[in-house]
């Protein structure tokens, strides 16, 4: 069955800092790569997805990632974090075979001002 | 609004009672997933619709869940003889399967906590 793995539970982080968030999933096979994004007390929403094509995707408020095939990764980054980005992150795959979308453990991001 | 709509947004319940959520998926969205959400932890599958037809149902949906989606448009997620265990925040996502890669994301609405006591 295919799985997500993020790499770390919690990020505290000051404002201006840059942020990467690791993801990893299991299959090997073609798929489709989403990081949602949970701000507190809101419902999820996405950040950005990849399909096929450039490997470095852009998404909303400056937030960018990068499909590594041959590592089955996803990171997300995000060159300045402000206090605004703190919320919890989640990876999330859907391969062409299977019709649910699996979603990893999250990451929560803490940004000190 | 017209985004993912769901209620109640938080039941609290004793155990052993039964509680039933609804979900209205964005318009004319022809899929509908319901997830379970516990804290720490990121969306379980626990099944999706196409239309009225329930395609696939995940091994954490015990018999004590059902799912329906009678219209094709809003759906409910009834939980009977509920345990402290089925405590959790249940979302409701909806996508447009068939127009292409765009139907590949699916747009989550803000949930509904369910608190058994």
């Known amino acids: 069955a295919q799985s997500v793995s993020q790499h770390n539970h919690h990020v505290i982080l000051s404002e201006a800092a840059s942020l990467e968030l690791g993801c990893n999933y299991s299959?090997?096979?073609?798929?489709?790569l989403f990081w949602y994004v949970q701000y507190p007390g809101q419902h999820l929403q996405l950040l950005l997805k990849?399909?096929?094509?450039?490997?470095l995707v852009k998404g909303i408020k400056g937030f960018e990632a990068e499909f590594i095939k041959s590592k089955f990764s996803f990171n997300l980054r995000k060159p300045s974090v402000q206090w605004s980005d703190t919320a919890e992150y989640f990876c999330a795959v859907k391969d062409n075979y299977g019709q649910n979308f699996v979603f990893g453990p999250g990451t929560r991001l803490s940004v000190l001002p | 609004d017209t985004g993912v709509s769901q209620d109640p947004r938080h039941k609290i319940t004793k155990r052993g009672q039964n509680v039933t959520f609804r979900c209205d998926p964005i318009s004319e969205h022809n899929r509908l997933y319901w997830y379970r959400q516990t804290l720490g932890q990121g969306p379980e599958f626990l099944t999706y619709f196409q239309n009225e037809a329930q395609l696939e149902k995940s091994r954490l949906l015990s018999d004590r869940f059902s799912a329906e989606r009678p219209k094709g448009s809003f759906s409910t997620l009834e939980i009977q003889r509920t345990e402290q265990g089925d405590s959790a925040m249940y979302l409701c996502a909806s996508s447009l399967w068939g127009t292409g890669l765009s139907g590949n994301t699916i747009y989550f609405g803000e949930g509904s906590w369910l608190t058994v006591v």
């Open positions: 990849y399909f096929s094509g450039d490997p």
């Open positions: 299959y090997g096979g073609t798929v489709n």
